[in-house]
């Protein structure tokens, strides 16, 4: 612990209330948004989002249970002539959502950091060099912008790695051969793809690095090579399944990065 007497340090006033004040906020915001990670399991409707094609290709539900996506059930029809394809998470089976575990945990690590504050101002003088409090600032920003990060970037994947997940091999009764699904957070949500794939006439060289890249969603026509064999996408489908409670944490988080930064900014211009 930094003493009092160190040259710079923050003496009371109405800058150490301010300190107090914003110390006692972020507690509760981040508390508060740790603690609806915690919420009792839940069911969500998945929404589908047209993509011109006027049918409605994705319809079902989801159930969540802090970063466990516990069940789905989807019905799928790709086409308006193709059969409706209805198909439910294996009993065995559940889906773990590291988006979401490792936003919690950077959150906790900005709880942790937080924690070196006082309480209170027992003596009427903080026990903080300026300096200091700036780079515990810093590192709670860090933390904040990491689980953010967590939630609005989520990992782009080819189609043949999308192929070889196992997500297909969740669902009860097994979806066709021909079908390729991912689930990812973006933002607030849970996002629902959905391909059905047909061999390719196309004499891409296989070896082209354009063929399939990593990405969050695939269009009609990509390429993937499966087997010694080329295929391409036929169709392509996206729903998504909008969490109430991740909503709530990203409103937090973001408070917490406006309170951080203002105090920090007056910080820095304080003699």
């Given at each position: 612990m930094i003493g009092a007497n160190v040259k710079g340090n923050v003496h009371a006033g109405v800058l150490q209330?301010?300190?107090d004040s914003v110390v006692s906020q972020l507690n509760a915001l981040l508390s508060a948004s740790i603690s609806l990670f915690y919420s009792p399991?839940?069911?969500?409707?998945?929404?589908?989002?047209?993509?011109?094609?006027?049918?409605?290709?994705?319809?079902?539900?989801?159930?969540?249970?802090?970063?466990?996506?516990?069940?789905?059930?989807?019905?799928?029809?790709s086409t308006k002539t193709a059969s409706a394809v209805?198909?439910?998470?294996?009993?065995?089976?559940?889906?773990?959502?590291?988006?979401?575990?490792?936003?919690?945990?950077?959150?906790?690590?900005a709880t942790s950091a937080l924690n070196v504050?006082?309480?209170s101002s027992r003596n009427g003088q903080n026990q903080y060099s300026k300096g200091y409090i700036i780079g515990v600032l810093d590192k709670i920003n860090r933390s904040i912008?990491?689980?953010?990060?967590?939630?609005?970037?989520?990992?782009?994947?080819?189609?043949?790695?999308?192929?070889?997940?196992?997500?297909?091999k969740m669902f009860t009764p097994p979806l066709p051969g021909d079908t390729i699904v991912n689930f990812f957070i973006l933002e607030d949500s849970l996002v629902v793809t959905?391909?059905?794939?047909?061999?390719?006439?196309?004499?891409?060289?296989k070896n082209s690095q354009h063929n399939n890249p990593a990405s969050l969603f695939h269009p009609v026509g990509a390429i993937l090579e499966h087997g010694g064999t080329l295929y391409e996408v036929a169709t392509a489908?996206?729903?998504?399944?909008?969490?109430?409670w991740l909503k709530k944490i990203l409103v937090a988080t973001d408070i917490c990065l406006q309170l951080t930064n203002e105090l920090r900014e007056k910080l820095v211009h304080t003699k």
């Open positions: 209330h301010e300190i399991c839940s069911k969500y409707p998945l929404r589908y989002h047209d993509n011109g094609s006027n049918v409605n290709a994705i319809q079902g539900s989801v159930v969540f249970h802090e970063d466990t996506l516990c069940s789905m059930e989807m019905l799928v029809k209805k198909s439910t998470f294996r009993d065995d089976k559940q889906w773990k959502l590291q988006q979401i575990q490792d936003a919690i945990n950077h959150l906790k690590l504050f006082p309480k912008n990491m689980c953010r990060m967590r939630l609005f970037s989520p990992c782009k994947l080819s189609l043949e790695a999308l192929v070889s997940s196992g997500i297909v959905h391909y059905t794939v047909q061999q390719s006439h196309t004499t891409i060289s489908h996206k729903a998504d399944c909008p969490i109430p």
